[in-house]
């Protein structure tokens, strides 16, 4: 296995961990968003607007990641 | 690294390393264009002519291009918006679309977050919603790139964001108040000189998140619907019947993807619109 081949490993094995951490972090926010709005039907027009700031920053780490494994595969 | 070189690069580099990046390009083209080469094709910045001025030579590249294009079709969108308030009073057509996105940048996610003071940062919160909307949208007409997905275009944001964040704290409580700011009141003295790093790190690194997150946010977009069409020669090079089973597969998803496309494009002008008020509010009203 030379270096290149370990590269694309990393890239692959790393953006699958990178998505399942994401996707994790996500869900669980949706999650608890969606119980909080049905027992709270009034308050969801906050609860959305918490929620997808939440998400955003999630999502901005998640994305830290993918870039790493993008330059690993495209290096 | 010379892939790394092209995806970093700013709009206005010097010839020379641009020279560098074109033989690189020519490279892969030369090489039969493996897939990270077509990938890299797709989302990278390309020269279309160069201006010398004296030493130096003003690029006009694509993504410089769709840029200015964003920005001229914000311009025109609001003069067309305030025309139509002139003629009637009552907003019609673009008016009323412009009016509705803009009543709730006023209300929810200035006033909201950085309170009634947050009513002058309003233009600034409208330029960032506006600009971010238009330029990603221009990105996913055909033979058209998405400047926000050059990493330059997201830092001069990101640096506007910056200043407006500075002077939010600043113009209210001076640059001593502001800085003595970033500190919450009341901590243990043993704990400064920990805290202190932290907080100047946190002041840039909000600003840094924004760049990364809109930059990865519209390259990812088109590196998916890129990738999902590509599906197609790859799976020809093996067999032709393979190729053509899976048209309709890739088609279809990369269809759906530029329909994401739309809403990541609203999604993501609101996110950073939504993220820099709520930065300016932490420094407008920081804990005390």
Redesign the interface.
Known sequence: MNQQALAYFAAGIGAGLTIIGGAAGIGRLAAAAMEGIARQPNAAGDIR?AM??AA??I??VT??A??VT??L??? | MKALLLLLQAPAEHAAEHAAGAEHAAEGAAHGGGPAEVLMHHVTDRVLYTIPVGPYHLLITKHLVFFVLAAVVVLIAARLAIRSYREGGVPTGIGAAVESFVLFIRDDIAEANIGHDGLKFVPLLCSFFFFILFAALLGLLPFSATSTGNIAVTLGLAIVSFLAMQYAGISKYGLWGHLKNLVPPGLPVFLLPIMIPVEILSVFTKPFALMVRLFANMLAGHMVITALLMLIPLMAAINAAFGWAVVPVSLGLALFIMVLELLVALIQAYIFTLLTAIFIGMFAHPAH
């Open positions: 607007g997808i700031v955003g920053l999502e901005g994305f830290f993918l870039i993008i330059l595969a495209i290096k």
